[in-house]
Each structure stands twice: as structure tokens, then as C-alpha cells.
Nanobody, 126 residues
Framework: QVQLVESGGGLVQAGGSLRLSCAAS????????MGWFRQAPGKEREFVAA????????RYADSVKGRFTISRDNAKNTVYLQMNSLKPEDTAVYYC???????????????????WGQGTQVTVSS
């Protein structure tokens, strides 16, 4: 089992920045690809970014490409999402997730993830 705890959400003005963190409780963190998803009220959960177990490979949704950066520190069992140039449409609950496949690859589909955090609210005011 992998337990995930997100932190770093909050209220920010448009154009501002936030950094989300996700701490994982597993001794084998590097074998899991990790991802960030978000869900706005009345909408389905959507992919934001993903990173391979080694941290070498990343993937982003088109809507955040060039503004968000995913990274990980395997020594600290933590994955990060740096969010810059935030827009009101980025407002959502952001979830950290670990893949169900212990192969360290990058996945962007919701169904590829078997472990989820509780979510952290990000609100961007205009």
C-alpha cells in the first residue's frame, strides 16, 4: 500500500505561483510513476502532469504545458508540482497519485493510478 499526502494548496491571484508537494509512505518510491490530476466542481477528474520513477521522463496536459513543472525527490519520497502563471481556470482540487503498475513508467490515464491522496484545494482569483 502507498499512502499519499498533499500539501501546498491555497488562494492565489491570477499570474501567481504555488508549489504543491506530495509525500509518499513507501520504501520503494522510485518504482512508481507519479501523477497530478485535478477536478473542478461539476467536471471530471483530469490529467495534469506525470513523471517516471527515475524522474527522467515527464508528460503534461496541453493546458498546463509551459506553466507547470512536475519533479520528484526519491530520497525524500516526495513529488512536486510547481505552478506558475496561474489562471482562474486552474481552480480545482489537485490530487497526487501513484501508478498501480510498479514499472516506473509515465502514465496519463486515470485508470493507471491505484493510489490517491486526499486532494488539496487550489483557488485562483481573477
Amino acid at each position: 500500500q502507498v499512502q499519499l499526502v498533499e500539501s501546498g494548496g491555497g488562494l492565489v491571484q491570477a499570474g501567481g505561483s504555488l508549489r504543491l508537494s506530495c509525500a509518499a509512505s513507501t520504501r520503494t518510491f522510485s518504482i512508481y510513476g507519479m501523477g497530478w490530476f485535478r477536478q473542478a466542481p461539476g467536471k471530471e477528474r483530469e490529467f495534469v502532469a506525470a513523471i517516471s520513477g527515475s524522474g527522467v521522463s515527464t508528460r503534461y496536459a496541453d493546458s498546463v504545458k509551459g506553466r507547470f513543472t512536475i519533479s520528484r525527490d526519491n530520497a525524500k519520497n516526495t513529488v512536486y508540482l510547481q505552478m506558475n502563471s496561474l489562471k482562474p481556470e486552474d481552480t480545482a482540487v489537485y490530487y497526487c497519485a501513484a501508478t498501480r503498475f510498479r514499472d516506473g513508467n509515465v502514465y496519463y490515464g486515470v485508470n493507471a493510478y491505484g493510489y490517491w491522496g486526499q486532494g488539496t484545494q487550489v483557488t485562483v482569483s481573477s
